[in-house]
Every structure is written in C-alpha cells, then in structure tokens.
C-alpha cells in the first residue's frame, strides 16, 4: 500500500516511517521534503502524481504557547472573512485555503492544511488518518475521557485541533493521543527525554505534581495505527496509553529508571509554572477501551521506560 505522510519529520510521522517503510510504500509530505498543507494547489498536484492508497496526517503546529500566539491574529483574519461565527463556532465550508496559504500560524496548518488533505482524500475516495489530541478537552471531569464525551479545548492549539477534526467527514479516522514519548529524535524532543535533561542539567528540577496526563509510547502509537489500518477502522478512536500520572510522578519514576538521585526532584503547582502562559487542562486521563476491545493493547508506562533504557 501507498501511503502519503504528512508529518514525516515529527515525533510520531519520522518513527511512523523508520518502522514501518519495510511494509508500506510510504511518501514523505512535510515543508523539509517541499511539500506546504497550506497550498491546496501544489498539495493537490503532489498527491495526483504519488497517487496514493491512505493519507497520514501527522502534521501540525503544537507548542502550545506558540499556537496561543497566534490566536488573536488568525481570529481577526476569520472574522474578516466572515467565516468565525461566534466563540468557537465556525463556518467551516466557508473557509477559502487561498487566504491561509504559505501562512504558519496555527489555524493555517491544524485546520486549512487538514481541510485540504481532506478535500484531496474524498475527491479520490481514499481514507484519511488524522492525529488529534486530548487538549480538545478542559481537564475538568471527574473521571476519564471517552471517545463520546464532549470537548472543550481551552486553548488555541486544543481549538484548531479540535476544528481540524471538525473538517473530516464521518468515513476519515481520527486518534486522539497524548504526549507521545520514547523516541530519542534527533529533530525534536519528547517530553520523557526533555525531562531526563532537565532533571540531569539542573541542581533541582521543579515538576508538576497537580496536573493528571496520559503518556503515550509513540512505538505503541504506530503500532495501533497499523493495526487501525489494516483493520479499516474509520470513526474515532483514543490511541493512548494505561496510566494516568502527573509529571512529578513521571520524573520520579525516570529517576528510579535511570540512577538518578530522586532528591533534585521537588514539586511545583500548574499555577506558578504556566504563569503567563497558555491555560493547559488540569486532569485529562483518557480511555482506551475502544483500542483494546478491537484487539490491541498498550504497554505499560514503567514497563515502557525499561525497554527505553535498554535502547540507549
């Protein structure tokens, strides 16, 4: 099978790719290989002429303080168009990728780019598989996130994100993660290994002990999506792991892992680390059960760290 990746530099598009090339015929799609989501023109010609069998649509602008920059800009711009109805409400058919080409800005790249991968996809009758992810929720339920639970994003990454699901018709699939991590790129760094540097180059390293996440191995998430793929699985699904930890718990747990003295670990709460920053949801601990009940399973977290370690 041919398949069309956007993304192919990131965290989860770069391994997508090292494991699973030897299977798939897999075409790189990412602005270091030439090809811009934004420009629905070229795009459309790209993908025309590699002609392929599924898109993976890993691509998008997530630092999340960066896309929080963007907010005020992309809204005036939507406004002017006449195409953002009102808080959060958008008029997506009305959405001319023209506008938005060659743009970086957060909407650009999580809605446009998605729209136009999408467009491409039921023009030619081919599935799509778009990464989402749990900042489409506020962290404030009292208990763990299913597919069927209603979104909130209280930032703008969670916002265009969640706009970027909204642009996917029914037959797409769409996968929900969650701080990927276990691959030591050499573009960008997870949060597992930014927090092995943190917490080895600092006399102390403050974590958050107040704030509730799902990390995801991003060898199981490749995984799952082949499964997913060869499965035709269509709708959406969350493609995340077993256990929900804060960071602290997640640096303590490293520490024990990698010899590292637990004391340069000490607490810090949500509210003095993202001081000035954009809002993060305080408790997001997503379900899995759909995965599971398809037939695949997600490794352990501490279990995840031992095969890490074993990797270096």
């Not at 811009?36 to 998008?60: C, G, Q, V, W, Y």
């Not at 990464?131 to 969670?158: C, H, L, M, Q």
């Not at 996968?175 to 990927?180: E, F």
């Not at 960008?188 to 180059?201: E, G, H, N, R, T």
């Amino acid at each position: 099978m041919k398949i069309a990746l956007t993304g192919a530099s990131g965290l989860i598009g770069s391994r997508f790719f090292d494991l699973l090339k030897s299977k798939y015929e897999i075409i790189p799609l990412s602005s270091s290989y030439g090809v811009d989501i934004t420009d629905k023109t070229k795009l459309e010609r790209f993908l025309s002429n590699k002609n392929p069998a599924l898109i993976a649509h890993m691509a998008a602008k997530t630092g999340v303080d960066s896309c929080e920059q963007d907010r005020e800009t992309d809204i005036k711009k939507l406004k002017k168009a006449r195409v953002y109805i009102e808080d959060k409400k958008l008029d997506v058919l009305a959405i001319d990728p023209t506008e938005w080409k060659n743009e970086v800005s957060a909407f650009a790249i999580n809605v446009v780019g998605t729209k136009n991968l999408s467009d491409y996809a039921q023009k030619n009758e081919i599935p799509l598989i778009y990464i989402s992810t749990d900042f489409v929720f506020d962290g404030e339920k009292n208990g763990e996130y299913t597919e069927e639970d209603e979104t909130n994003p209280i930032n703008w990454y969670g916002q265009t994100k969640l706009w970027g699901e909204k642009v996917l018709p029914q037959e797409h699939l769409i996968t929900r993660t969650s701080y990927p991590y276990g691959y030591k790129s050499q573009i960008k760094k997870d949060f597992i290994w930014s927090l092995v540097d943190l917490i080895q180059s600092q006399d102390i390293a403050r974590l958050v002990s107040d704030q509730i996440i799902t990390p995801t191995f991003i060898d199981n998430i490749v995984y799952a999506l082949d499964f997913l793929i060869e499965k035709k699985a269509r709708g959406l699904l969350n493609v995340v792991g077993n256990n929900f930890l804060s960071p602290y718990e997640i640096g303590i747990a490293i520490s024990r892992e990698f010899g590292i003295p637990e004391i340069k670990i000490e607490t810090v709460t949500r509210e003095k680390l993202y001081k000035g920053r954009a809002h993060r949801p305080f408790k997001v601990m997503l379900k899995n059960d759909k995965l599971r009940d398809l037939g695949f399973e997600m490794t352990d977290f501490f279990e995840t760290l031992k095969l890490i370690k074993k990797g270096i």
